[in-house]
């Protein structure tokens, strides 16, 4: 069994890729990134020399190379983690997003059908679904919500979910779609709210949040995302789209107060700054299909989840040191001007 993880030197492509290569032994896992910022080649060191491990650094959205791999591999999977992933990004800049995000999906899947048909599973997010209001929480997204997508991110993920099930309808593709909620732990990029939260704590900065901190995602341990996403594409029904996310409701504001404390650092340090552009309030997802249809459920309560996170920031130092000296550098002023260390 050959398996192609795109996008597996960012945050839950390598999670997934070590969660594969452990349970899988047999299995050959070929990732395919482009190094974006957001790609780091250090973070899948430890299974670089593995002999059923192959790294190629290749853009998605290079049709040629896509394809030259896919007949040199003929691979048996492929799972689309390949994505421009940050809606803050995507709002000052949103072409990239589309051409990665949308065309990038489209060759991947022109590159399945030319080589038999491979079975392809896209890794797609709950933010398709627009958002829910704060004072309305017995409603939650189901596979049936419709698409209502707030910002630039969210717009190219639909586009491409609406692309995968036009090609299972008109050329019998033989695709699955997950939709998750926020994820958090290891390897996380210190632009997301858990990761620049710890990090800049850490450094004893100031911590941004957007408005009032009052908006609510619903948080998912990376591992149990990559356990529903190895469910699905061994078990999953051809055609169909599995929400997944554990019920984990938390306010921005309280995810960073539980940071600061984890870390003995003062709340003081929390400041609020102008909210992003079209801020989704709430996010809540109903994981009922893929828990009655595949028997998932989540495994790592979020107390547990929040504590090997932060503990992993703080073995990993080096991992994320070098991530912020770089451009990383550039985008932060662009961001959040000159929020000084206090
Ligand atoms: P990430 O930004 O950490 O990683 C994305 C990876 O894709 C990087 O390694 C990057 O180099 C690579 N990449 C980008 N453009 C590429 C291209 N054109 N060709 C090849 N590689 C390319 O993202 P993530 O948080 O790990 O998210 C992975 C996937 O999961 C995305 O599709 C995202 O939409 C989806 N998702 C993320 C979350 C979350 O909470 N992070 C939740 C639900 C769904
Ligand atoms: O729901 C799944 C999505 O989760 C994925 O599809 C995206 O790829 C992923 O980035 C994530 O999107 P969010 O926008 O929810 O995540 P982010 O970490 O950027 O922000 C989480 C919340 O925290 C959101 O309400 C905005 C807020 N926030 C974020 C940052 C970076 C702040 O208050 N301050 C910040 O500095």
Known sequence: ?????????????????????????????????????????????????????????????????VYELFEEEQPDIVVNFAAESHVDRSIKNPEIFLQTNIIGTAILMDACRKYGNIRYHQVSTDEVYGDLPLDRTDLFFTENTPIHTSSPYSSSKASADL?????????GLPVTISRCSNNYGPYHFPEKLIPLMIVNALNNKLLPVYGEGINVRDWLYVEDHCKAIDLIIHSGII????????????????????????????????????????????????????????????????????????????????????IISGEYQNYYKKMYGNLEEV
């Not at 899988?24 to 790609?39: E, F, M, P, R």
């Not at 692309?163 to 050329?171: D, N, R, S």
């Not at 009922?288 to 989540?298: A, F, N, S, V």
Request: net charge neutral; glycine share 8%; aromatic share 16%.
């Open 1 to 65: 069994m050959t398996i192609f993880v795109t996008g597996g030197a960012g945050f839950i492509g390598s999670n997934f890729i070590f969660y594969m290569l452990k349970k899988y032994q047999s299995y050959k896992i070929v990732c395919i990134d482009k190094l974006t910022y957001a790609g780091n080649l250090s973070t899948l060191e430890p299974v670089m020399n593995y002999s059923n491990f192959r790294f190629v650094k290749l853009d998605i959205c290079d049709r040629k190379g």
């Open 239 to 322: 055609g169909e789209v599995y929400n997944i996310g554990g019920h984990n409701e938390m306010k921005n504001i309280d995810i960073v107060k539980i940071i600061c404390k984890e870390l003995g650092k003062p709340e003081s340090l929390i400041t609020f700054v102008e909210d992003r552009r079209g801020h989704d309030m709430r996010y809540a997802i109903d994981p009922t299909k893929i828990y009655t249809e595949l028997g998932w459920l989540p495994e790592t309560t979020f107390a547990e989840g929040i504590r090997k996170t932060i503990q992993w920031y703080l073995d990993n130092q080096e991992w994320w040191e070098d």
């Open 163 to 171: 692309l995968v099930l036009a090609y299972y309808k008109t050329y």
